[in-house]
């Protein structure tokens, strides 16, 4: 499973929309860089994926797919 999958199956596992991940994790720019990362058209960078898994609960390793 690709990162933006995983992003997406636990977002949505806690219910949460895309802006309440963007505004949760503190990320900068626009809200619809979520969207583009659960797409798969761009990928987020490991201090975004830290604080995109903090929010969601999981590791940086499960957001990339790197556990088993």
């Known amino acids: 499973m690709k990162t933006g999958q995983l992003i997406r199956r636990h977002r949505e596992?806690?219910?949460l929309t895309q802006?309440?991940?963007h505004d949760q994790a503190g990320?900068?720019?626009t809200?619809?860089?979520i969207s583009r990362y659960e797409c798969n058209t761009h990928a987020p960078n490991i201090y975004t994926l830290r604080r995109i898994a903090r929010?969601?609960?999981v590791t940086v390793?499960?957001?990339i797919g790197d556990e088993p």
């Open 31 to 33: 809200r619809i860089s």
């Open 61 to 63: 390793d499960e957001l």
């Open 19 to 21: 802006a309440q991940l």
């Open 13 to 15: 596992s806690l219910g």
């Open 55 to 57: 929010v969601v609960g």
């Open 27 to 29: 990320l900068a720019g």
